[in-house]
């Protein structure tokens, strides 16, 4: 099979390079390239988009979103925090298409440890998260959230 692609570039002088590319599934990488014996690899910031809909904006390093980053999803969901090898990792806010919110650490794509949740109703809950799985959440008295602040 040969991959074939759109691609264009501005070289800073100094191993660094700014890249737009179109993939021939349809995604596209708009950001900051270098060179490696494995052809071009992402590092540094960039823009990437999937044609299914999903948009990523942060951080790379070796190929791999890594860092800070925004993925936003079609249905509305939203993550905003550390990522790791591709995936939400470290401490990090998940909005869901509800508009509920998740804050806190992350573990392999997954909700894990003492985090807060805000429901569509606007309560606080904060409490240990394990996956799908919230152990002892409490109800924070006169816990409405805000907008914009949890």
């Excluded at 100094?14 to 690899?41: I, K, Q, W």
């Excluded at 823009?47 to 190929?63: H, K």
């Amino acid at each position: 099979m040969t991959l074939t692609f759109r691609f264009f570039y501005v070289w800073d002088g100094r191993g660094a390079m700014h890249v737009s590319c179109v993939f021939p599934n349809g995604d596209s990488y708009v950001g900051e390239c270098n060179t490696s014996a494995f052809g071009l690899v992402r590092n540094g910031t960039g823009n990437y988009i999937l044609a299914s809909g999903v948009i990523y904006m942060g951080e790379w390093r070796d190929d791999k979103m890594q860092g800070r980053g925004i993925v936003k999803h079609p249905s509305g969901a939203m993550y905003e925090g550390e990522i790791k090898d591709n995936m939400y990792h470290g401490m990090g806010t998940y909005t869901f298409p509800d508009g509920s919110v998740y804050r806190g650490p992350f573990h392999m794509n997954r909700c894990e440890g003492e985090g807060t949740f805000i429901d569509g109703q606007g309560r606080v809950w904060a409490g240990e998260f394990h996956g799908k799985a919230a152990f002892g959440l409490k109800l924070q008295q006169n816990s409405l959230a805000k907008t914009g602040s949890i």
